[in-house]
Nanobody, 120 residues
Framework: QVQPVESGGGLVQAGDSLRLSCAAS????????MGWFRQAPGKEREFVAG????????YYTDSVKGRFTISRDNAKNTVYLQMNNLKAEDTAVYYC?????????????WGQGTQVTVSS
């Protein structure tokens, strides 16, 4: 089992970039697919991006394609979400998750989340 811990959130302006990090404890990090999800106020949590155990397969929701990039460093037990050209609608709490199903889920180990606020 791995326990993700997110960091890197903050307040930025539209058009800015931000990189989220997720450090996962446990010696089996490299055997888990990792994903990023987000939940905006009043909305359901939605899948943002996922990456396979080796990093060779990635998947993005349509609204972030071309702007967000997920990557991982198995030597550091860390997964990243590089977010470029941020928009106000990207404002949400971002969660990191680990799972052993498909890259799109299901995920069963969750972090506490990190707030990203984009001002327009």
């Amino acid at each position: 089992q791995v326990q993700p811990v997110e960091s890197g959130g903050g307040l930025v302006q539209a058009g800015d970039s931000l990189r989220l990090s997720c450090a996962a404890s446990g010696r089996t990090f490299s055997s888990y697919n990792m994903g990023w999800f987000r939940q905006a106020p009043g909305k359901e949590r939605e899948f943002v991006a996922g990456i396979s155990v080796s990093g060779g397969i990635t998947y993005y929701t349509d609204s972030v394609k071309g702007r967000f990039t997920i990557s991982r460093d198995n030597a550091k037990n860390t997964v990243y979400l590089q977010m470029n050209n941020l928009k106000a609608e990207d404002t949400a709490v971002y969660y990191c998750a680990a799972g052993r199903g498909a890259v799109t889920g299901p995920y069963d180990s969750w972090g506490q989340g990190t707030q990203v606020t984009v001002s327009s």
